[in-house]
């Protein structure tokens, strides 16, 4: 996976704009989930009654060198529009993650939020590439005693997010990344991780996904919502004009769109 020049800028500006919002936001506050360094999110306010929580999960096919500043401009955006933003961070392979471990984070990081002052009545997930996978994975994993859930996902929101798994392992989707991930094949593990073997989901899903992608192709996505509508599962494949990045890029109308989907909840 290759971050573009125009992502980096991105992210930089996040800064800027959270620092630029006044009184729109407050300050991200950053709070840990567990002992490690990467076991932490960012948590922004909006400064008036907040429309719901959501859960931003960045990506860079789970690898140690990609960290959550790739969701701060996403976070900063949706908070100036009135929403809480929980960014997290998590163990990534090359750095402690992989297979439980990624996963047990991202399950600790939601299930914080049950600890914090905020409202937990509708949790929204919204992940980009890896982050996507994380994202709607997150929304089954209380079907799994590993993870108990106290605070379930209410919608999902997958931008360009691998969520067939076995897919991309086959494609070998970031050069071995999957198998990076999971430590092999496809296997029972893969029961436990992969979207696509978890159809239906009791949350609704959206899979906003750029036509030109070639990272992540946008047979992901329409795979996963055949799937899913096929199970009784709520499922939407929202096609936009551009590439694999386009979707985390707050002046674009490819966001612009994420932003319709979470006004009509």
């Known amino acids: 996976m290759r971050i573009t020049r125009r992502v980096l800028l991105a992210a930089v500006g996040a800064t800027a704009l959270v620092a630029g919002c006044g009184d729109d936001v407050t300050d991200p506050e950053r709070i840990a989930y567990g002992d490690g360094d990467a076991q932490f999110g960012e948590l922004t306010r909006p ?19 990609y960290d959550l500043g790739l969701g701060r401009p996403l976070a900063a955006d949706l908070a100036a529009r009135g929403w809480t933003t929980w960014n997290i961070e998590f163990r990534r392979v090359g750095a402690g993650g992989g297979f439980p471990a990624t996963f047990d984070d991202v399950h600790a990081a939601i299930e914080k939020l049950a600890d914090l002052d905020v409202d937990t009545s509708r949790v929204v997930t919204l992940g980009h590439s890896a982050g996507g996978h994380l994202a709607t994975w997150a929304a089954a994993r209380g079907r799994f005693d ?85 199970a009784g599962a709520t499922a939407e494949v929202v096609e936009v004009d551009g590439d694999h990045f386009v979707v985390i890029d707050t002046d674009s109308e490819a966001w612009r769109r994420t932003v319709e989907i979470l006004d009509g909840l």
């Open 146 to 230: 590993r993870w108990p859930t106290a605070v379930p996902v209410t919608e999902v929101v997958s931008q360009a997010g691998v969520v067939d798994l076995t897919g991309a392992y086959d494609a070998d989707l970031g050069s071995g990344a999957v198998a990076a991930l999971m430590g092999g094949p496809p296997g029972p593990d893969y029961d436990l991780t992969d979207p696509l073997r978890q159809v239906p989901l009791d949350a609704p899903v959206w899979c906003v996904h750029g036509r030109a992608d070639t990272v992540v192709s946008p047979e992901q996505s329409v795979r996963y919502v055949d799937r899913a509508r096929a």
């Open 47 to 65: 400064s008036g009654s907040s429309r719901g929580l959501v859960v931003v999960i960045h990506g860079g096919f789970w690898k140690a060198e």
